[in-house]
């Protein structure tokens, strides 16, 4: 069973403010957050390759960040919206059961929610890492006034990786291109397809680093790291 890795490190970050620089070049406690991300892919046992999907000018910078890694790292060009920069990800995967799709900018990912999140893929076809909301979640109606509120006990955050058979994504994807339909998550597109993916439990520190004040979390999260030795 082979499954490698497709690490989205192609947007260039608006909402950080940041001058068009990726997130994913940012330093969390003096390293690139890609390489961060990449670490914990280069020690799931279940990945076998990894792919990392960026802009083109971003590519020796990817090269630097991911000069500790043992495991073979190849280079895809991003595209004009995730759909498609995971797909040039995914064409690269020729060989492959399952891609586990993850977002570079979540750096705190883990060996271990890797490997659970993979194990349930092979199982079920398709898993996702997916947490329990903490907050009461409002539907709003178009005049901006409470609509509604769902049971929170059925809400979940969903995370990455999203990992899916390759068969079954690459179906996915033909019928969304068929149809024009453009999914800003993973999950939707398998979804859209007819498909079931599984909610393997995530981990609260598998954050997406979007904003500044995300940055300093995640500074937060290194500094534990380091004090506690995990």
């Known amino acids: 069973m082979k499954i490698n890795a497709v690490v989205v490190a192609a947007g260039n970050s608006t909402r ?22 990449l670490r914990a892919f280069d020690a799931a046992p279940c990945i076998s390759e990894i792919v990392v999907v960026a802009r083109a000018c971003d590519f020796d910078a990817v090269r630097e960040a991911a000069e500790p890694i043992h495991k073979p790292v190849h280079l895809a060009e991003g595209g004009r919206e995730r759909q498609d920069s995971v797909a040039n990800g995914a064409a690269l995967c020729a060989g492959t059961d399952f891609i586990a799709v993850h977002d570079g900018a979540r750096p705190f990912i883990t060996p271990e929610r890797i490997e659970a999140v993979c194990a349930d893929a092979v199982r079920y076809g398709a898993a ?21 509120t769902p049971d929170r006990a059925q809400l979940r955050a969903v995370q990455t990786p999203q990992v899916f058979s390759l068969p079954l994504y690459r179906h996915a994807l033909a019928l969304a291109e068929e149809a024009d339909k453009r999914y800003t998550d993973d999950c939707q597109l398998i ?11 995530g981990d609260y520190r ?22 506690t030795g995990q």
């Not at 990726?22 to 890609?34: D, I, N, R, Y």
């Not at 909301?133 to 509604?148: H, P």
């Not at 979804?191 to 439990?201: F, I, Q």
């Not at 954050?207 to 004090?227: G, H, R, Y």
């Open 16 to 37: 950080m403010c940041s001058g068009g620089v990726s997130k994913t070049m940012m330093t969390v406690a003096g390293e690139p957050v890609l390489r961060r991300t």
């Open 206 to 227: 598998n954050i997406k680093i979007t904003t500044p004040e995300d940055l300093l979390v995640a500074e937060a999260f290194a500094k534990d790291e380091n004090q």
């Open 191 to 201: 979804e859209a397809a007819g498909g079931a993916v599984y909610l393997t439990m």
């Open 128 to 148: 996702t890492l997916a947490v329990p909301v903490k907050d009461t979640i409002k539907l709003s109606t178009a005049e901006g006034f409470a609509g509604g």
